[in-house]
């Protein structure tokens, strides 16, 4: 199966995005352990150009606690591809930070990732929100850090002002998402943590987002895994502050984004359609829903609703710009992962879609 296509930038005229692969199987399950990376580019304003290439594989890495990636990501500085994941499930498995330099198509040297200066594992997000915080937050499984999931970390990282942001948070029976910062996406530090107990509504919360709006202030989204829903906010950075809080209409527990079109922000998310069924982690996501971000980041505007029967989820978006200083004429793409539990297996192995977005 084909799974969690991430858009990672532009370099030398070609884009590029990463996925996970799995053969063994055609569901998606963090604890398939024959996941490779994939690296696609393809080239500006020629989509159907596409080149494939592994550069990840299982029993790759620093030693052998690392495995198959999951849940991988990257951002594009200059000629560098910064790729970072969880390669394991095991909550002590650790976060790696690998470059890739697309003009020599090389890997560089892996670094652990840390934050607060000990190295990034679920079990550590989880000690550190409750040190911060003096809450006491069980492990969403039993068995503790064994069986919970190593992916904690969101998959998404912004950059603003010269330094990386992004939200992490450890799967648990209680809120522990943290607002991190980086200067070089390997140490990062806690910077803020949100105070949700105004919605009083779920469990769970993990897989947040943060993105750039307008000076200092960011729009804040998290997945609540114990209920149906999404949480929008607004976060200050300088003062560290959360407002305009508020549960987005209908969304259902799948992992939000953001993105820029046209000169708007517009806040992505699952919604109840016409055919949700019961699947893996979530009702099966199988419509997608758009809002428009006000200026002042308080109020979404719906915008459409999008179905595709055979799911929708783990979006991103990039837009080909018809003019690089203009916003006029600009087209947007969302490339997804689609439910491989729907499909035939030779189907399952590419069950990637890149579409032309109309909102």
């Not at 030693?63 to 994941?85: A, E, K, M, N």
């Not at 919360?205 to 149906?228: K, T």
């Amino acid at each position: 199966m084909a799974h969690d296509f991430r858009y990672v930038g532009e370099y030398d005229g070609w884009r590029y995005g990463l996925y996970n692969a799995g053969y063994e199987t055609t569901k998606e399950h963090p604890r398939n352990l024959d996941i490779d990376l994939k690296l696609v580019r393809w080239k500006t304003n020629d989509i159907g150009h596409r080149e494939i290439r592994q550069i990840w594989y299982a029993g790759k890495g620093i030693s052998d606690r690392f495995r198959p990636p999951y849940d991988v990501s990257g951002i594009i500085d200059g000629s560098t591809l910064h790729l970072w994941f969880c390669p394991g499930v095991d909550g002590r498995s650790t976060y790696i930070h690998v470059p890739y330099d697309l003009k020599k198509q090389e890997l560089g040297r892996e670094e652990v990732m840390t934050l607060d200066g000990e190295e990034i594992t679920v079990s550590h997000v989880l000690d550190n929100y409750r040190t911060r915080t003096g809450k006491e937050i069980r492990w969403f499984s039993d068995g503790g850090p064994k069986t919970a999931f190593g992916i904690g970390m969101n998959v998404e990282a912004v950059r603003y002002k010269g330094s990386y942001y992004t939200v992490i948070s450890a799967l648990a029976y209680g809120f522990t998402a943290m607002i991190i910062r980086s200067e070089d996406l390997i140490h990062w530090e806690t910077v803020s943590i949100p105070d949700l107990s105004a919605i009083q509504v779920g469990t769970t919360y993990w897989e947040g987002v943060v993105h750039p709006l307008r000076e200092d202030l960011f729009a804040f989204a998290i997945r609540i895994q114990s209920e149906n829903g999404v949480i929008y906010g607004t976060w200050n950075a300088t003062l560290g502050e959360f407002s305009n809080l508020q549960l987005v209409e209908g969304a259902i527990t799948a992992r939000p984004e953001f993105f820029n079109y046209k000169g708007d922000t517009f806040l992505f998310c699952n919604t109840f359609g016409p055919s949700e069924v019961e699947g893996y982690g979530s009702v099966y996501r199988a419509t997608a829903s758009f809002y428009r971000i006000s200026r002042d980041g308080t109020q979404l505007e719906y915008i459409r609703s999008k179905f595709v029967p055979e799911g929708i989820h783990y979006p991103t978006f990039y837009v080909e710009p018809a003019c690089r200083f203009l916003h006029l004429g600009e087209r947007l793409f969302v490339i997804y992962s689609t439910d491989s539990r729907r499909l035939d297996p030779a189907e399952a192995r590419s069950n990637i879609a890149l579409e032309h977005l109309v909102l």
